[in-house]
């Protein structure tokens, strides 16, 4: 495995490099992943945060004039804000999708079969909602790499957070597109390793909802219970610290919604007592 160094940039393969943002912390990793795709033509996947110092590394290992795209996965803080520095030093067009952009200008809009195209490479447009439903995912052809933003990272799982637009539903129907893509060779993540078995990781990660789905019906089918209370017994095992209990909450108030709506469960908000139906 590459080191996982802020500000230096790493090949991931002859026609991506990749650049870790420095902005470790419990739900970013190591920090976020840049990637440079391409060449003389470059489009580069996830600025990140707005922080100098990164644009600094990406602008120069690209350099400016042969940065035309700035391409978003989705428009978290961890991952878009730095598309205006870059924008502004290189004047790339920032794209993503059209609609839940937020705060970030977007210079065009990008959709489900949409293709950025450079000299060397052409970049297929995949609309993944679940983890927001804004979210992209891009696969690069020919290399067949799989950027995943935060729909599928390295050496954690993904966040399906109801406050802020996720969809566990949406979600598992986007992991189940992804495991049929044909060639897949690598997962480019937004925050971790470079996967290098995708099938595997999507796999695993489809295994984990259906124990943790089979889980929250196991805590229910003792009789009503809160979202915390259903936590505690769940991750009794996972020693989570403060700042991802909330984060697990939102996780098991996904999957309840989920269940609600296929009939399985009843409840009426994150605050509520729920119940087999």
């Known amino acids: 495995m590459s080191a996982m160094t802020p500000g230096v940039a790493s090949a991931v393969s002859p026609l991506v490099r990749r650049i870790i943002a420095p902005n470790p912390g419990p739900m970013t990793g190591p920090g976020t992943n840049t990637y440079l795709v391409g060449v003389d033509d470059v489009a580069v996947v996830d600025p990140g945060p707005a922080d ?13 004039t042969r940065i035309r795209w700035i ?15 870059l924008a502004e030093r290189t004047g790339a067009e920032v794209l993503a999708f059209r609609r839940g952009s937020g705060d970030v200008h977007l210079d065009g809009w990008l959709d489900e079969g949409d ?17 927001v439903p804004n979210h992209l995912c891009f696969l690069l052809e020919g290399e067949a790499v799989l ?14 957070s109801p406050p802020t637009g996720g969809d ?23 925050h971790g390793q470079i996967i290098e078995e995708p099938r595997a990781a999507i796999e695993e990660y489809r295994s984990h909802r259906a124990e943790r789905e089979s889980q929250i019906l196991g805590v229910l089918s003792s009789g009503p219970a809160t979202i915390p209370a259903v936590v505690r017994s769940v991750y009794a095992d996972d020693d989570l610290p403060d ?35």
């Open 168 to 190: 566990m539903a949406a979600y598992l129907d986007t992991l189940e597109r992804l495991s049929g893509i044909r060639p897949l060779r690598r997962i480019a993540p937004g």
């Open 243 to 277: 700042v991802l209990v909330e984060m697990a909450g939102r996780q098991v108030h996904a999957h309840l919604l989920k269940l609600r709506d296929e009939g399985s469960v009843e409840g009426r908000s994150a605050t509520s007592k729920w119940r087999l139906a």
């Open 115 to 131: 293709v950025v195209t450079g000299t060397e490479f052409a970049l297929d447009v995949l609309h993944t909602p679940g983890h």
């Open 52 to 64: 100098a110092d990164h644009i600094d590394a990406v602008v120069g290992c690209a350099g400016a």
């Open 147 to 160: 950027f995943t933003g935060d729909t599928v990272l390295e050496g954690t799982t993904s966040v399906v």
């Open 71 to 85: 391409v978003l996965t989705h428009t978290h803080p961890d991952h878009a804000p730095g598309a205006s520095l």
